[in-house]
Structures are given as C-alpha cells and as structure tokens.
C-alpha cells in the first residue's frame, strides 16, 4: 500500500496505451482508475492549508530517526542550530547516540529532555527548551517517549512515535494496535505526534489516526510526497513517506520541511506549528 502514488503515476501509462491501441473501452475504465487514484494521491502534493505565523505564538518540531544511532550527531546539531527547533523527537535512539549527543552540547540548546535509549532500533528520545514532565510509557516493543511540555500560555503532550514496522505478518497486529491507540487530538491538551510512523496515508490505520483530531504537516503544505525513506536514493524501494509531524486540528502550520541526516536511512522533518492565540 504504500506505493500507492508510483501506481498512480503509472496508471496514466496503462491510458495511454490503450488509447494508442484504439481500445477506447478499455482506455476509458483505465482513465477512471488514473482518477481515482489521483484524486487520492494528489491533494498531499498540491492542497496548501498552511497559515501565517503573525499573532500567533509558534512550536517549531524537528524529528529524526537516526538509524540504529549511526547518523552523524554533529550534522544532527548542525540542524538544531539550523532550524531552532523548540521541540525534537529522536527514533532509533541508543545509549551511544545518547552519549555522542551530550557531547555535542545539546543541553545547552535544548536542556529539557526524557530520554528511553534502547539497543538497536527499539529507543526513542524528547528534547526540548521547555520543561517536560515524563508520561506514563505503553509497553510495546519499540518505546515511544511521552513527555508533557509546559509552554509559556499553556501544556502540549508529545509522544516520539515509532511503531514497529508492519514488514511481516507476525508485526502487522503490533503496528496497527500502537497507531490505533495512539491519542487522539482535537480536545483537552493538545498532542503533539512526531516520528517514523511506519505508515503513508495509504493505510487505512494513519488515516484513521489522522481523522482523529490532527492536521499532517506535510499534506497541509503540499509536501505530503516529499519522501522520507530511505534516504539514499536507491530506486528499490522506491522512497515513501513514512515520517510524520501531526499536529492537534486545532493548530496551524506555518512551515514543514524535508531535511538530509547524513548516515541516517531516514531524512529529518521539520514543521513550524501556530498555536491558538491566548
């Protein structure tokens, strides 16, 4: 399913010949195909919901999945420093990527943190400039840090999301019970989602989780095909988007964008947020 949009764009071809074919029966139940699925595909591309930052305080969100903790902590500061974020959210994160983090002086950028280093792919992290409270953890097998932010005109609750990857069927039921228990938003303190969700808007379990309070930053800025991952820019597979920033209904964004992490198999996300005025 999630490379519904490759399909989409071979679709016209399938028009094509058929037209070149003279079979216009065939070419017309081809071009209804091609319409359907760019009318799914499409809108995350070309839609732009995006809002100004003006009168209204703002949450800037970096995410990152750092392979295993192989990216390179210094480009990962280089970001930091870059992009200013307020809050970041770090997957496949490690007791070592921990370490080569802390050396990098990331406390003095962002001296908040709950930190859930894990061997291998299993950890996750929160940092942020502003004080964070630990949340209770579910206990599926990737740790997904839930932290809650004190903002200076109110509270957001952040979860650094990494579900297990649905790549067999024995993590399927996994994968789709931690995206279907996710939080909702749209009501009380706003949620903050942010990470490699495993998932495109071409499984029915994100939509769903999306449909329940939150505005995907990258649809709303037309850059909901930008891929994510892998990062290398094999062809097999080919990259989808599987990194998301969601955020509450309630919000606005200002920005998003798709950022290199060297020696990471995932790009980094970056979104500019606009909270309701207070």
């Known amino acids: 399913m999630p490379f519904t949009p490759y399909v989409a764009a071979a679709s016209v071809a399938a028009v094509a010949l058929a037209l070149a074919l003279g079979r216009r029966a065939p070419a017309a139940v081809a071009a209804?195909?091609?319409?359907?699925?760019?009318?799914?595909?499409?809108?995350?591309?070309?839609?732009?919901?995006?809002?100004?930052?003006?009168?209204?305080?703002?949450?800037?969100?970096?995410?990152?999945?750092?392979?295993?903790?192989?990216?390179?902590?210094?480009?990962?500061?280089?970001?930091?420093?870059?992009?200013?974020?307020?809050?970041v959210t770090v997957e496949e994160f490690t007791p070592r990527f921990e370490r080569e983090l802390a050396a990098t002086g990331i406390e003095s950028r962002l001296p908040f943190h709950v930190l859930d280093a894990e061997r291998q792919a299993q950890g996750t992290a929160i940092y942020s400039t502003y004080p964070l409270r630990r949340l209770p953890t579910p206990g599926f097998f990737f740790k997904m840090a839930h932290a809650e932010a004190t903002l200076p005109g109110g509270r957001v609750r952040i979860v650094a999301v990494h579900p297990i990857p649905p790549r067999h069927s024995a993590w399927v039921a996994e994968w789709e019970e931690v995206v279907s228990t996710l939080p909702s938003g749209g009501h009380g303190t706003p949620w903050l989602l942010a990470g490699d969700f495993n998932a495109t808007f071409d499984q029915a379990p994100f939509r769903d989780l999306v449909d329940r309070g939150y505005r995907d930053a990258g649809e709303a800025a037309g850059k909901g095909l930008d891929a994510t991952f892998p990062a290398d820019g094999s062809l097999f597979p080919p990259p989808i988007t599987i990194d998301h920033i969601l955020a509450d209904e309630r919000w606005g964004v200002v920005d998003y964008e798709v950022e290199p992490l060297p020696n990471s198999d995932h790009h980094a996300i970056f979104a500019e947020l606009a909270l309701p005025g207070r």
């Open 32 to 87: 209804l195909a091609a319409i359907c699925l760019g009318v799914a595909v499409l809108p995350r591309q070309f839609g732009d919901d995006t809002v100004s930052a003006a009168g209204h305080p703002t949450l800037r969100v970096l995410a990152a999945n750092v392979h295993v903790g192989t990216a390179d902590p210094a480009a990962f500061m280089r970001l930091v420093d870059k992009l200013r974020p307020d809050v």
